[in-house]
């Protein structure tokens, strides 16, 4: 998993509790994504990230925001989770130049109750 | 836009025989191809990538895609199957645009059967 980390790895939640889930890298890439994963959908963008404080909306942004304040770690946050956002949720990277590839994190299993 | 789709939801196969998994691409411009793995419980590990130059890509474990661009695909293949191979697979292209936007297809989840 190419040093990303995601924490937490799992989490139960209530509904229209806020949610923050992180992402840690460790290979200095520009780019950083958020994607969720749900059955028969693969995966879809959330939000995603050029470089420090500057981020923008993904496909599926709706519910959902995003923070980077450090090049290392990017911040998925629920304001107020709701049963839709039960899913999988992973972390990816990318920067190497003209590579053009993702490297994905170990993903993050949220159910909200 | 562009969009993926992966023709197979499900693809079942007996042990050491053939396989093929589909992929199929819209752009109207030139893309750049991956194959992304997913074993249970993991993360996406990248598979191989068509990037330019030979039309035939392999991975280091069996597995090889041509990219056709008269028929827009990139179909994924292997001679011979392994229990180990079980997965879900993903296939994604990218326009090389700024931020190294990938779009995926749905998956195909391969079932290796003894």
């Known amino acids: 998993d190419a040093g990303i980390t995601q924490s937490p790895r799992h989490k139960v939640t209530e509904t229209g509790t806020p949610v923050t889930l992180r992402c840690h890298q460790t290979?200095?890439?520009?780019?950083m994504y958020w994607y969720r994963q749900d059955p028969g959908h693969g995966l879809r963008l959330i939000h995603y990230?050029?470089?420090?404080?500057?981020?923008d909306k993904g496909e599926v942004s709706d519910g959902y925001s995003v923070s980077r304040s450090k090049t290392e770690d990017f911040l998925l946050t629920l304001e107020s989770a709701t049963s839709s956002q039960t899913s999988v949720y992973f972390c990816?990277?990318?920067?190497?130049?003209?590579?053009?590839?993702?490297?994905f994190g170990p993903g993050t299993r949220l159910t909200v109750t | 836009a562009q969009s993926v789709t992966q023709l197979d939801s499900q693809v079942p196969v007996f042990e050491e025989a053939p396989v093929e998994l589909r992929c199929n691409y819209s752009?109207?411009?030139?893309?750049?191809l991956f194959w992304y793995v997913q074993y249970p419980n993991q993360g996406l590990q990248l598979l191989l990538k068509y990037l330019s130059g030979s039309t035939l890509v392999e991975s280091i474990n069996g597995f090889e895609a041509e990219f056709n661009k008269s028929q827009t695909s990139f179909h994924l293949r292997k001679p011979s199957v392994h229990i180990s191979d079980t997965a879900e697979y993903f296939c994604a292209v990218s326009q090389g645009n700024a931020g190294n936007m990938l779009t995926f297809g749905g998956g195909t989840r391969l079932m290796v059967k003894p």
């Open positions: 990230s050029y470089g420090v404080k500057d981020t």
């Open positions: 990816a990277i990318s920067g190497i130049p003209r590579s053009y590839e993702q490297y």
């Open positions: 290979e200095n890439h520009r780019y």
């Open positions: 752009s109207s411009v030139s893309v750049y």
